[in-house]
Structure formats: structure tokens, C-alpha cells
């Protein structure tokens, strides 16, 4: 199982950028995606999330202005940012929390949000 993620660049600030991540091998189940972002200087921070489809987390920071959605039939799950701020800038990665079908059949042990896509740089400048 693989997690591609893709999307990032410089924009100034105001700007969107889309980020898409997606999940690619054998999987029985997306459980959840979500996006971090890990910003100079500081710590990775979830930036936003989606569980089973229906059930949407946002930091504080980002609420009316990033969009998380899911295109279950691509396995992709995106990240849609707007009115882009120089604090956004940061490395974003998504995370997974996802079983393989020999995990769903129980024959490998399942760890929660184990898998992990390469980061993309978003930078905004002002």
C-alpha cells in the first residue's frame, strides 16, 4: 500500500492550492485520511480529516478555508485550500488509517493509522 501525495507550491497569500493524496495496492477498507502539516520551526500539526465519508475534522486555524473531500471510486482524498495565509506554509503529508484485505480477514495484525504518503511543500509568501 502507497500514499501519493501531490499538489503542493508557491503561491502568495490570498492563493489556493489543491492538494490530492492517493492510496494505491490492495485495500479492503479506508477507515479515515487526514492531513498534517509539519510548519518550520514547529511541530507536525492534523490540519483536517475525513472518517468513513461522512465525518469531517478542522483545526481551528483553517475552518472556512480548507475543504477535505473523498473520491472513494479514485482513493483519493483532497485537500482544497484557499484565502492562503504565509502561516500555512509548511510540508503537508497524509496519513491513513486503512486495512488490507489480510488484515481485514485477520491474518496480519492492524496497526491505526500506520501508513503515510511523502510530503508536499506549500509555501505562501505575503
Known amino acids: 500500500v502507497q500514499l501519493q501525495a501531490s499538489g503542493g507550491g508557491s503561491v502568495q497569500a490570498g492563493g489556493s492550492l489543491t492538494l490530492s493524496c492517493t492510496v494505491s495496492?490492495?485495500?479492503?477498507?479506508?477507515?479515515?485520511v487526514g492531513w498534517y502539516r509539519h510548519p518550520p520551526g514547529d511541530q507536525r500539526e492534523l490540519v483536517a480529516s475525513?472518517?468513513?465519508?461522512?465525518?469531517?475534522y478542522y483545526r481551528d486555524s483553517v475552518k472556512g478555508r480548507f475543504t477535505i473531500s473523498r473520491d472513494n471510486a479514485k482513493n483519493t482524498v483532497y485537500l482544497q485550500m484557499t484565502s492562503l495565509k504565509p502561516e500555512d506554509t509548511a510540508v503537508y503529508y497524509c496519513?491513513?488509517?486503512?486495512?488490507?484485505?489480510?488484515?481485514?480477514?485477520?491474518?496480519?495484525?492492524?496497526?491505526?493509522?500506520?501508513?503515510w504518503g511523502q510530503g508536499t511543500q506549500v509555501t505562501v509568501s505575503s
Open positions: 475525513v472518517v468513513d465519508a461522512d465525518k469531517f
Open positions: 495496492g490492495e485495500v479492503a477498507k479506508i477507515n479515515a
Open positions: 496519513n491513513a488509517d486503512l486495512l488490507t484485505p489480510r488484515q481485514a480477514m485477520g491474518v496480519e495484525n492492524y496497526s491505526p493509522y500506520a501508513y
